[in-house]
């Protein structure tokens, strides 16, 4: 298989390619420039398929030939070995027909484990068959960060750099990339937001110039197609659970960056029967604005209780735009080029389709713990709050009461305590087993301003030889 660039003036890579390459030279994101179709009575014969098994059967045409079906196995065993539930993605039923479904069972809480234990699996396998060292640069908002260091802490060929807002994650969100004193990890803390981190990982990718002649840069973030790829097998998991594809099922999802909501619209296409993606927006709502009102322009980030959702440039967004045009390169860039200016606005054919695919509803602080109070006061279920603006979101734009709708629980309420006390809850959410001294472990990171010579002198001085 191979994958071609959003804007399409990048040369087609092989998958090994494009997980070491991440962001094409053109700018653009790769994608599969074709996408694997399932038929029903393929999906019907894997309902009773473990979790693994499952991710074997849904990625494998993606690595097509690039990791062997034995490696594949493998690796996909390793990554979800430090899971804390049997099932890996357990559902847990929060009214009629009402699903939560717990992304937050692996090492750091999140859904980013997800995607972030397979590719650090997968790194360790090719650049220990390359005999190839480089540097894995990464923006989080929170969780991204977190995953990606447990993901890759252990692998000698990874030198890792994970920069996130300075004073604007929670502190179990800090502390859980922090914490971790291996040589090959450092955790830059960026005197900016969000939209800074990432604008800086992207500009770092597009001009290597800082590095040695024998180091690269390979991605973490969601714009390493790897990510998307591993993501699309817990909605086929759910759908499964749930009897797909004998009926349909919909799915609510917490997203920021667009990448796990764009992996169950890539569900969809190869054949999982899904009847509404709900995209779930918190006050940083430019998605919502999009489908509801064309307009995606840049405003104020604002600073939520729902940080890992306090985005104002979607960068998956785009994966999905080419789509919508019909995977014309040259429209795709540009409308960057106008976002890149402040906004940009879709034609009324690509609107259109984008409003048949998508529902949108956007939550602010207040109703989001609302939302925690009223789940927890009907089921003692405890939400994080993505979660709980999830959960609004599908409540207030489901179309079909006996379709199951899933609400994609993102995170574990233990990482948003602050959230949680303003829910009204009288003392913070335990930390798991594994993670009860968070707060006693030391902690090791640099503040640096927000420019990219001294964040790029940083990495270059610190390269393990």
């Known amino acids: 298989m191979k994958y071609i660039s959003t804007r399409g003036q990048a040369p087609a890579l092989n998958f090994e390619e494009v997980v070491l390459t991440g962001l094409a ?12 179709e399932f038929s029903q009575e393929e999906i019907a014969s894997w309902a009773g398929l473990s979790y693994e098994e499952l991710a074997f059967k849904i990625m494998a045409p993606f690595v097509s030939g690039a990791v062997s079906d034995e490696e594949l196995k493998q690796i996909i065993t ?24 717990e992304l937050f069972q692996g090492p750091t809480l999140a859904f980013k484990d997800f995607a972030l234990q397979f590719l650090g699996h997968l790194l360790d396998h090719l650049l220990k068959k390359r005999n190839q060292k480089v540097v894995v640069m990464g923006a989080t908002s929170g969780d991204t960060g977190s995953a990606a260091i447990e993901g890759c802490r252990r692998c000698d060929n990874i030198d890792i750099y994970i920069l996130h807002p300075y004073q604007r994650v929670s502190e179990v969100q800090r502390r859980q990339m922090t914490t971790v004193l291996e040589d090959n990890v450092h955790n830059i803390a960026l005197k900016g937001n969000f939209d800074d981190c990432q604008n800086m990982v992207k500009t770092s990718f597009g001009d290597q ?8 840069l390979v991605a973490v973030n969601s ?46 296409r190869m054949g ?4 509404q993606l709900v995209i779930a927006t918190n006050s940083n709502d430019i998605l919502h604005r999009c489908l509801s009102d064309n307009d995606h322009s840049k405003q104020s980030l604002q600073h939520t209780l729902s940080p890992s959702m306090d985005i104002m440039v979607s960068s998956n ?4 735009l080419f789509d919508l045009y019909d995977r014309d390169g040259d429209k795709i860039r540009g409308l960057m080029e106008d976002f890149k200016s402040g906004a940009m606005h879709l034609d009324e054919s690509a609107l259109s389709k984008a409003k048949e695919l998508f529902s949108s509803h956007k939550v602010d602080d207040e109703t989001m713990l609302d939302v925690i ?45 602050e959230a949680v006390r303003k829910a ?17 472990r030391e902690e090791r990171y640099d503040v640096l301003d927000n420019d990219i010579g001294t964040v790029q002198s940083f990495i270059a001085k610190n390269l393990k030889a």
């Open 25 to 36: 030279p053109d700018g653009g994101l790769y994608v599969p420039e074709t996408l694997p």
């Open 78 to 101: 390793e990554a979800y070995s430090t899971f804390r539930h049997d099932a890996i993605a357990p559902l847990v039923q929060t009214g009629h027909n009402e699903w939560i479904l």
């Open 209 to 216: 110039s800082f590095l040695p002649e024998d180091r690269q």
């Open 223 to 268: 714009i390493n197609w790897a990510r998307i790829m591993a993501q699309i097998v817990y909605y086929f998991y759910a759908g499964l659970a749930l009897g797909a594809p004998g009926r349909p099922v919909s799915f609510s999802v917490p997203t920021g960056n667009f990448g796990d909501i764009f992996a169950g619209y890539l569900a969809k």
């Open 272 to 275: 999982l029967p899904i009847d």
């Open 317 to 320: 967004f785009e994966r999905m």
């Open 373 to 417: 109070r009223d789940v927890f006061a009907h089921t003692e279920y405890l939400l994080d709050p993505h979660t709980a603006i999830g959960l609004k979101a599908a409540r207030e734009t489901r179309r079909r009461q006996d379709i199951p709708m899933v609400c994609l629980a993102t995170a574990h309420p233990a990482k948003f305590p």
């Open 424 to 440: 009204g809850q009288e003392s913070d959410p335990a930390l798991p087993t594994h993670m009860a001294d968070l707060f006693q």
